[in-house]
Structures are given as structure tokens and as C-alpha cells.
């Protein structure tokens, strides 16, 4: 079976990547949040995954608001870097790995997962700035091939977060009946607390964070069990992102060891995390 060797927990905030892009990853401002990274960069390196599922939401870049598939999984061998408005990310386009996208698509359909399935799709910052957190230098290409795992977190109604933790789980015993020897990295993106807009514009609660990143990791049915209102309540109209860490962590084992975590306010209006999961435990 293929095994998944770990799981990574992270915001997308897009200015993490604009300041990589523009080598301002020293500056004061910013040099709090990437000294952070550095452990778990150093271990991801050590581990460097055959693929990696990287769920995470498009933002009406990829695909435009008209179209709003409550999961959706890319199924093509190369992914484009979207345009965001401000040309695209000067970081390699995303190679695919349709095999593994096709065989979890059948296999989450079989149970009762109705996946969206996109045979050509741009990618925005959901997708590659978890991949530059995951590999600051990638050069000419990401260091594995991506599947991209899609959720509506933007559109009301979302799923809600037992049904993500669900689909996790899903995608965890997909991987029991894939190629054996393929070792797989899951990524769970977004967050944490966060609201772009609105009354509550720059709304960040670090104590709600603090519970989501212990829980995350020893009791994600506590997690399961909120409603989109109270994601969206504690966490901000953005903040409700945090329910894609919960199909990572379904698809790990119920012991996991953290690896290393970090949580930095802000970047941009947003409460940056990161938290690195090792699924290899000893049993
Ligand atoms: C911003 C955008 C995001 O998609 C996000 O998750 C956090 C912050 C932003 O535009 O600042
Ligand atoms: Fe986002």
C-alpha cells in the first residue's frame, strides 16, 4: 500500500509567497515567519515525499465564481500558474500525477465522495505557497509531483468539518489499495483565524487558534463536531479554511508526532501557522 510519511498543516496567506518571490524574507517584518519555517523545512527535506496531495482552495483564480464544486480533485499531468492579477508567480508550473489522481477518484466516489474532476486547472496561491513553504528553492521544478484536492471554503454552503475529516479518511484507506512502496506527503492549507472583509476586517483569535493547533493533533473529532457558523464565528468569514487541515489529518493515523509547529501574527491580516506531522509513529 502506498504510506502516507507525513502531513503539513499551513496558511496560504499569498504575501509569503510575493515576499520569497522578492527575496524580503530577511526583513524585519517578515523574518519572524521564516525563521519559523526553518525546522520543519530542514525535515521536509530529509523526507521528501513520491507525491504529495495538497488540498486547498482555489480563490476565483482557477475557476471563477459561477462554478463553485464543493470538492473537486485535478486528474491532468501539469497544472499552469494562475495569474492572480499580477502576472504569474515566477515558480514552476506543477507537475501532476493523474495515476494517483485517478485512482483516488474512483476509489473516493466508491464511497460516497462525488468528486468535481478538473482535467485542466490553474492553481493560485492555495496550492504554491504551501509548495514554496514546503520547498523555499525549487528551481526548475517542485521536488514531487501534486495532486490537487479542491474544496469549497469560499461559498456558503461549505461542507461541513465532519464531512471533511470523513473525506480525510477516505483518501487514507484510497492509499491502502495504491501502488505499494509510494510514499505520499498530505498537505492541509489555509488559516488560521483570519476575515478580509467586512465589519470584522483583521479579526484574528489566537486562543481559538492555540485549541485548533493542539486539537489538530490529539482530538480532531472535537474539531469535526463545530458548525460552519462557529468556524466562522471564532475564526473569521476566512478562518473557516481551517476545516481543509481536517481531511489531512483523516488521512493520517490516529497517533501522529509533531514534527514542529509555529504561529505568527500577522502576515498581512492573518494569524500564519504551520504545523508538521510525522505519521510514521511507532505502534
Ligand atoms: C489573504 C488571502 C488568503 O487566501 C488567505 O488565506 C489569507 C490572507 C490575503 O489576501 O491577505
Ligand atoms: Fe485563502
Not at 12 to 35: C, N, Q
Not at 98 to 125: I, K, R
Not at 231 to 248: K, N, P, V
Request: one cysteine or more; a negative charge; hydrophobic letters at 40%.
Amino acid at each position: 500500500m502506498a504510506e502516507v510519511i507525513w502531513g503539513l498543516a499551513t496558511s496560504h496567506v499569498p504575501s509569503i509567497g510575493a515576499a520569497m518571490d522578492r527575496g524580503k524574507t530577511e526583513d524585519p517584518y517578515w523574518k519572524p515567519l521564516f525563521d519559523g519555517y526553518r525546522p520543519a523545512r530542514e525535515w521536509m527535506a530529509q523526507h521528501t515525499p513520491d507525491v504529495a496531495i495538497v488540498v486547498y482552495n482555489d480563490h476565483a483564480n482557477g475557476v471563477d465564481l459561477d462554478i463553485v464544486p464543493t470538492f473537486g480533485i485535478g486528474t491532468a499531468d501539469r497544472y499552469r500558474v494562475a495569474d492572480e492579477g499580477f502576472g504569474r508567480r515566477p515558480v514552476p508550473d506543477v507537475v501532476g500525477h493523474p495515476e494517483l489522481s485517478l485512482h483516488l477518484l474512483e476509489s473516493l466516489m466508491d464511497d460516497g465522495f462525488d468528486l468535481t474532476v478538473f482535467q485542466e486547472l490553474d492553481v493560485d496561491h492555495g496550492l504554491t505557497v504551501p509548495l514554496s513553504i514546503f520547498c523555499p528553492d525549487p528551481g526548475e521544478a517542485w521536488p514531487c509531483p501534486v495532486v490537487p484536492l479542491m474544496v469549497n471554503v469560499i461559498q456558503y454552503p461549505q461542507p461541513t468539518a465532519a464531512r471533511c475529516l470523513a473525506l480525510g479518511r477516505s483518501i487514507g484507506r484510497a492509499l491502502e489499495t495504491f501502488h505499494p512502496d509510494t510514499k505520499v506527503a498530505i498537505f492541509g492549507t489555509g488559516g488560521m483565524s483570519h476575515q478580509l472583509a467586512g465589519a470584522r476586517a483583521g479579526f484574528i483569535n489566537p486562543d481559538f487558534d492555540a485549541m485548533f493547533l493542539e486539537a489538530i493533533e490529539t482530538d480532531p473529532e472535537k474539531l469535526a463536531a463545530l458548525s460552519r457558523e462557529d468556524y466562522i464565528r471564532e475564526a473569521g468569514s476566512e478562518g473557516i479554511e481551517m476545516i481543509m487541515w481536517l481531511i489531512m489529518r483523516g488521512a493520517m493515523n490516529e497517533q501522529i508526532r509533531r514534527v514542529h509547529s509555529t504561529y505568527h501574527v500577522p502576515a498581512s491580516n492573518t494569524a500564519a501557522a504551520l504545523a508538521l506531522f510525522d505519521n510514521r509513529v511507532p505502534r
